[in-house]
């Protein structure tokens, strides 16, 4: 079976490496991600903004879960941060749809997030407040999924900004 474009196309991966391509795995997800941290150490006002804009939806979903606002229709609106297929990230021989952060991380989130987050916004630890923190309310949040609510986000608040 083969694993690599080169194998699946039957060319060269001399031929591949040439052309200045990357050989990408057609059965595995790309490891490649976004990092929030080039947004915010942008000098970019633009992405400065986005980043921005994204601390300010945790906030907002911060302050809904405290004034008790959230149920499940809304967990599954305002908490699930799909792979966004744009970016091809996620691209393999069956799509391109990634894994995204589902149901498990949307609960952890809205469960976690007025305590691991009383303070997001007003830190006194460090110079902004960063979205990496979503890593600590589940197990297994790696670079992989922050990208995907990066992204996620940025997307979403590129559109509507």
């Not at 300010?56 to 809904?64: H, K, P």
């Not at 469960?111 to 110079?127: I, P, Q, R």
């Not at 960063?130 to 600590?136: A, F, G, I, R």
């Amino acid at each position: 079976m083969a694993t690599y474009f080169h194998e699946y196309f039957g060319v060269s991966r001399d031929s591949v490496d040439d052309y200045g391509a990357f050989n990408v795995s057609i059965i595995n997800d790309l490891p490649l991600f976004i990092d929030p941290f080039l947004l915010f150490h942008s000098s970019n006002a633009e992405y400065q903004n986005l980043h921005e804009s994204i601390l300010q939806y945790i906030r907002f979903l911060r302050d809904e879960v405290v004034a008790g606002r959230v149920n499940r229709d809304r967990i599954k609106a305002w908490f699930h941060f799909p792979e966004v297929r744009q970016n091809w990230l996620g691209f393999s021989l069956v799509g391109n749809g990634g894994s995204g952060l589902g149901r498990a991380f949307a609960n952890s989130l809205s469960e976690n997030l007025a305590e691991l987050f009383a303070d997001f916004g007003a830190e006194k630890v460090s110079k902004s407040s960063h979205l990496e923190k979503v890593c600590l309310v589940r197990d297994g949040v790696g670079r992989d999924n922050i990208s995907d609510f990066t992204t996620n986000l940025t997307l979403q608040l590129h559109i509507y900004l």
